[in-house]
């Protein structure tokens, strides 16, 4: 096989990921030794070795202890509403999320008082090291383990009222925008901010997968007159998910 200027491992890799694509390597099949690639592409040892880790970089492939490197399993990917959409027919709203507090989903959740680091502070608009209220949320649909949430409120505007503790008290789970009125806070504001980065192998021990896979961090920040009242990180696993967005026309 004659190969152009790209590099001859990406090149195999990309044959090989058609052939996975394409369903002529369907999952849970053996991937063609580093032998058998050699001899098919006509490239080195190392060249071989090279378009493997690309294919299990990508999540494509995965290693089988004493047995060789096989085709994964594709999840299809489920939606994951935000914005306040709620789809008709029985959606999966959190009621965190979108407070309707209809959906099939559940969460877990626990929050703590801590000290603002450098980068929370800077996102609320605080100093460093102020007190802020701290939840961490592990959401569920089905009973599998699908997003990960971190938020933080700063003490400043919640602190000794009724809704301190975002999961507890009259107004416990019902949202930031319906607590936050509540202590006449008014929320005129969402921002979201989407990136990718490799998954922290905390998150994946929770979230399902292997070092290396890609999840989706929202980082969220609500205002209430151009004050952040609450800020927070939400993180899902990029395989299994898709974020859609709908926005109302104004």
Known sequence: MTFGEQPAYLRVAGDL????????????????????????YGVSDT????????????????????????????PVPRRIARSGYRPTGGATPFRQEQADGEGRGTWESSSEQTEASVAVAERLGIEPGERVMCTRYLYREGGEAMMLSTSWEPLAVTGRTPVMLPEEGPLGGMGVVERMRAIDVIVDNVTEEVGARPGLAEELLVLGGVPGHVVLVIQRTFYASGRPVETADVVIPADRYRVAYHLPVK
């Open 17 to 40: 990921r058609r052939k996975i694509v394409d369903g002529q390597l369907p999952p849970h099949t053996r991937l063609p030794s580093q032998a058998r690639i050699r001899q098919e």
């Open 47 to 74: 060249v071989a070795l090279e378009a493997r880790k690309v294919l299990m970089a990508e999540g494509l492939v995965e290693g089988r202890s004493g047995s060789g490197t096989y085709v994964r399993e594709r």
